[in-house]
Nanobody
Framework: VQLVESGGGAVQPGGSLRLSCAAS????????MKWVRQTPGKGLEWVSS???????SYADSVKGRFTISSDNAKNTLYLQMNSLKPEDTAVYYC?????????????????RGQGTQVTVSS
């Protein structure tokens, strides 16, 4: 099983980034997918999820700025991040959960990637 994130980097406040997460080794379409992030000061934080049926949900801190999507044909999860703020600086991880109850938990998942760093700074 592999989850490989990409697309992170350094950007100025107000800028945009698109994260990707390539999945392999499991049936991507059968799992609830999510993005979580980790900062030294705030620990692990749930960011966004997409259910097996395509329903999306977002943390209040990113609602209206971030968009989660997935392409089952490519086994890839995305996170479009717009209007980035310094407080969005974190390591972003994609994760796969087999259970609906874990959809918004940053700690409960079956698989998780190694993360990609996002730095928002002027």
């Amino acid at each position: 099983v592999q989850l490989v994130e990409s697309g992170g980097g350094a950007v100025q406040p107000g800028g945009s980034l698109r994260l990707s997460c390539a999945a392999s080794g499991f049936t991507f379409s059968n799992y609830y997918m999510k993005w979580v992030r980790q900062t030294p000061g705030k620990g692990l934080e749930w960011v966004s999820s997409i259910s097996i049926s395509g329903l999306t949900s977002y943390a209040d801190s990113v609602k209206g700025r971030f968009t989660i999507s997935s392409d089952n044909a490519k086994n890839t999860l995305y996170l479009q991040m717009n209007s980035l703020k310094p407080e969005d600086t974190a390591v972003y991880y994609c994760a796969a959960s087999a259970y609906w109850k874990d959809l918004q938990s940053p700690y409960d998942y079956n698989f998780r990637g190694q993360g990609t760093q996002v730095t928002v700074s002027s």
